[in-house]
């Protein structure tokens, strides 16, 4: 009864660590797989900003103003 017993510890044992193991090549495999497409977008951030366009638009300003202006006065 108590040697079953060491045999199912054991057996158990074994496939939680041949299931790490698996995980860790998969998790390996991952990071690599995705290295490539991370790089490409650290350039894409490392790039000079594009600067916006100032808006010289005044009807926007005063309808935007006039919006806080009424709900503040609610």
């Known amino acids: ?3 079953e017993g060491l045999k199912l510890t054991i057996l158990g ?3 939680v660590f041949i299931f790490l193991v698996i995980l860790v ?3 390996k495999l991952n990071s690599k797989l995705c290295a ?3 790089s490409r977008e650290l ?3 490392n ?3 594009i600067a916006p366009q100032p808006s010289s638009d005044g009807n ?3 309808v935007i103003s006039a919006a806080i202006k ?3 006065t609610k």
């Open 13 to 15: 044992m074994s496939v």
């Open 36 to 38: 490539k497409s991370t």
């Open 47 to 49: 790039r000079e900003p």
């Open 60 to 62: 926007l300003v005063a």
């Open 70 to 72: 009424k709900f503040k």
């Open 25 to 27: 090549f998969i998790i």
């Open 1 to 3: 009864m108590v040697f």
């Open 43 to 45: 350039d894409a951030l």
